[in-house]
């Protein structure tokens, strides 16, 4: 059952601005090329490069990528180390795409909020190169105005809000006028601090419960239940 359904339906028909978060709202990156052999050769490349130190034992048998990315990035701060780290997690992204599975009713929703009259982003703390290579795969990469990916400063993933207000900034918008659609509370964090609109998508009830711990107002449990409000 969805939260606050009036409310909701508000928020969704006056978006000027939708800024969609990747891995989950629109597909599930990970479910051909798993997160945790991610996380394990990022680890091993560490070690070839003669860093594994810079990883405590706990870090080091992590199943995220970003738990790696974010280690490394505190003990050399805008090292060539941190760049080099980052390319490949981007290189392994660029491999999962290709067997990413599209979250359903995705690629209809982004096409229905389109026909609408909104404005999209994506807001991620993936690799915008992978995520403009998926868009391309599924045809929606004229949907999409902007992708404000990862940078190479792990401070800045979510819930830091850099990628919604780099978002907001391409679009000249103002916070009022934009909605996220998430399905995480570093998702929920970072809309809160960028001032805009929340909307949490709960895939399961760990989704859900992960989210109304972070105090997400609305939540829905189906793409369809934001599509009905644009008469789709």
């Not at 992590?62 to 805008?78: E, H, K, L």
């Not at 390319?87 to 982004?110: G, H, I, N, R, Y």
């Not at 999209?120 to 403009?132: G, P």
């Amino acid at each position: 059952m969805t939260s606050h359904p009036e409310n909701l339906q508000d928020l969704i028909t006056r978006a000027r601005y939708v800024l969609f978060d990747f891995d989950g709202p629109v597909c599930r990156v990970f479910a051909g090329r798993a997160a945790d052999g991610v996380a394990r050769r990022l680890v091993e490349w560490l070690d070839g490069m003669g860093a594994a130190d810079l990883l405590t034992a706990e870090e080091s048998r992590t199943n995220d990528p970003w738990d790696v990315f974010r280690a490394v990035g505190r003990r050399r701060p805008g090292s060539d180390l941190v760049a080099a780290l980052e390319q490949q997690l981007t290189d392994e992204e660029l491999k999962a795409v290709s067997s990413a599975m599209p979250t359903t009713d995705a690629d209809s929703l982004v096409r229905a909020w389109v026909k609408s009259g909104a404005q999209l982003a994506v807001t991620t703390n993936n690799s915008a190169k992978a995520v403009w290579n998926y868009l391309e795969g599924r045809e929606l990469d004229d949907c999409f105005t902007h992708v404000c990916g990862r940078t190479r400063d792990p401070d800045l993933l979510k819930p830091h809000p850099h990628c919604l207000q780099q978002a907001l900034d391409e679009f000249g918008a103002d916070p009022s006028d934009a909605l996220m659609l998430g399905d995480s509370p570093p998702d929920v964090e970072a809309a809160r601090r960028a001032g805009v609109a929340f909307v949490g998508y709960a895939r399961d009830e760990r989704k859900e419960k992960e989210l109304r711990a972070a105090e997400a107002e609305h939540i829905v449990f189906s793409l369809q239940e934001v599509m009905r409000p644009l008469g789709r």
